[in-house]
């Protein structure tokens, strides 16, 4: 076991320190216990050990006493966090209580650190499994890769060669004692259903099921390699005129199936989460069929894309504002907006719109689009609405951009650079 997972570990990238995902359980000791030994032995990353405590359990603390006591006898550092892990209305809680074990791990790494978890091969053929019942696509299907970016560093799974047999076996041997999470036995688990009642059944009838179904994860991940690359081909032939968009002219091009597949990767490389496959598709009838006026916009759980005119801007849901909120601002310091994500800095006003310092000695307000409003702009004075036509600003956004009077009159709109001036 230790050869094959030394070995797994001499390809991560290099990392100033190592972090294992440590629950208690017989996986995790396995992997800190045969990391102990061959980072004493080589010259690998140092290494602290992560618990997160969930709060999900009656036995959470007495979890969290275990690994503090293994990692003690160990001499390795332990780190405790603490999450909610409750689920949203209609979450799995599975789901839940993993994003929130993510997050807060995250959360705490620093760039280029590497997150070892302990999912083996059995692991990942579940994996595969569960993914096919839901109706995934290569991507799905691929499972779980054993490196992959993560927060600011890298996540990787030393132990997706070994069965948990060997494991246990490994355990037994090194008389490793684990804890049992009464989670894991919970029939009303997806995972559980299967790894309890449908995966005996397949390795008596096909003992070599794991190594098969983990080949074939193999077999999808490099299919979907060969898809991303295509993306990345197609997203350069249909770039639209704004940064980060997509020509829907461009897209039109595409047949349907080049066309999803463009747009998953375009949505990936943008970190947001893939809708499914009929909104997918109603993304795209949307998206396509509007007429040049119109500013359609399809949003799921974590995402919306928009269309302004040829242009497909893709984004988080946007936060509301409240367009009738106003700021009094003295520019001698500047004026954070939490809501709007931005901070208004005086130099910009001096540099970019020109105004005259003595301007900036006096109370300025600040506030949204109400309509109506006019600005002088390179010695004439325009309406803003056309204007940020003119530059081509979507609608979405023209209602956030922070305007600045002095008195009553406009004299700068924060975000349509550049100035007047230029």
């Known amino acids: 076991m230790l050869d094959t997972l030394a070995a797994a570990l001499q390809r991560l990238p290099p990392a100033p320190r190592w972090l294992i995902g440590l629950s208690g359980g017989l996986d995790s000791h396995v992997l800190l216990h045969g990391l102990h030994g061959l980072?004493?032995?080589?010259?690998?990353?140092?290494?602290?050990?992560?618990?997160?405590?969930?709060?999900?359990?009656?036995h959470a603390d007495q979890w969290q006493a275990h690994c503090e006591?293994?990692?003690?006898?160990?001499?390795?550092?332990?780190?405790?966090?603490?999450?909610?892990?409750?689920?949203?209305?209609?979450?799995?809680?599975?789901?839940?209580?993993?994003?929130?074990?993510?997050?807060?791990?995250?959360?705490?790494?620093?760039?280029?650190?590497?997150?070892?978890?302990?999912?083996?091969?059995?692991?990942?053929?579940?994996?595969l499994l569960l993914q096919l019942l839901r109706g995934a696509g290569?991507?799905?299907?691929?499972?779980?890769?054993?490196?992959?970016?993560?927060?600011?560093?890298?996540?990787?799974?030393?132990?997706?060669?070994?069965?948990?047999?060997t494991l246990a076996d490994h355990a037994r041997k090194a008389g490793l004692v684990w804890v049992e999470d009464d989670s894991n036995t919970d029939p009303r688990f997806d995972r559980n259903l299967l790894r309890q009642a449908v995966m005996p059944r397949l390795?008596?009838?096909?003992?070599?099921?794991?190594?098969?179904?983990?080949?074939?994860?193999?077999?999808?991940?490099?299919a979907?390699?060969?898809?991303?690359?295509?993306?990345?081909?197609?997203?350069?032939?249909?770039?639209?005129?704004?940064?980060?968009?997509?020509?829907?002219?461009?897209?039109?091009?595409?047949?349907r199936p080049r066309l999803r597949n463009a747009?998953?990767?375009?949505?990936?490389?943008?970190?947001?989460?893939?809708?499914?496959?009929?909104?997918?598709?109603?993304?795209?009838?949307?998206?396509?069929?509007a007429g040049p006026d119109a500013c359609p916009?399809?949003?799921?759980?974590?995402?919306?894309?928009?269309?302004?005119?040829?242009?497909?801007?893709?984004?988080?849901?946007?936060?509301?504002v409240d367009v009738g909120q106003v700021w009094q601002w003295t520019p001698t310091a500047p004026l954070q907006l939490p809501e709007l994500g931005?901070?208004?800095?005086?130099?910009?006003?001096?540099?970019?719109?020109?105004?005259?310092?003595?301007?900036?000695?006096?109370?300025?307000?600040?506030?949204?689009?109400?309509?109506g409003e006019v600005i002088r702009w390179r010695g004439e004075t325009r309406s803003l609405k056309k204007l940020l036509q003119e530059a081509g600003i979507p609608p979405w956004e023209r209602d956030r951009l922070p305007l600045i009077h002095v008195d009553e009159q406009l004299v700068a709109v924060w975000g349509m650079l550049p100035g007047p001036q230029d």
């Open 138 to 165: 290569p991507a799905g299907l691929a499972a779980m890769p054993r490196l992959k970016p993560f927060g600011p560093g890298w996540q990787a799974r030393p132990l997706l060669d070994l069965d948990r047999d």
């Open 69 to 127: 006591s293994l990692c003690r006898d160990l001499g390795i550092p332990l780190q405790v966090l603490g999450v909610d892990a409750g689920p949203a209305a209609g979450e799995s809680p599975e789901a839940a209580a993993r994003a929130a074990r993510y997050r807060a791990i995250a959360a705490v790494m620093q760039s280029g650190e590497v997150l070892l978890t302990a999912h083996h091969r059995r692991d990942q053929a579940e994996t």
């Open 224 to 255: 979907q390699d060969l898809l991303a690359e295509r993306a990345r081909e197609d997203l350069e032939q249909v770039r639209g005129r704004a940064s980060g968009t997509l020509s829907v002219v461009g897209l039109a091009g595409l047949r």
């Open 297 to 320: 916009r399809v949003a799921w759980a974590g995402a919306e894309v928009r269309r302004y005119r040829d242009d497909l801007h893709a984004m988080r849901p946007l936060v509301p």
């Open 263 to 289: 747009l998953r990767g375009w949505l990936q490389d943008k970190g947001l989460p893939m809708p499914g496959r009929a909104r997918l598709e109603s993304l795209i009838e949307q998206m396509l069929k």
């Open 203 to 222: 390795r008596a009838r096909w003992p070599s099921v794991d190594v098969t179904l983990s080949r074939a994860a193999m077999l999808q991940a490099e």
């Open 342 to 371: 931005i901070t208004l800095d005086p130099a910009v006003l001096r540099s970019i719109w020109g105004l005259d310092p003595s301007i900036l000695t006096v109370p300025l307000t600040v506030g949204f689009r109400r309509g």
């Open 39 to 58: 980072v004493r032995s080589q010259a690998f990353p140092p290494l602290i050990a992560v618990h997160v405590h969930h709060g999900l359990s009656p």
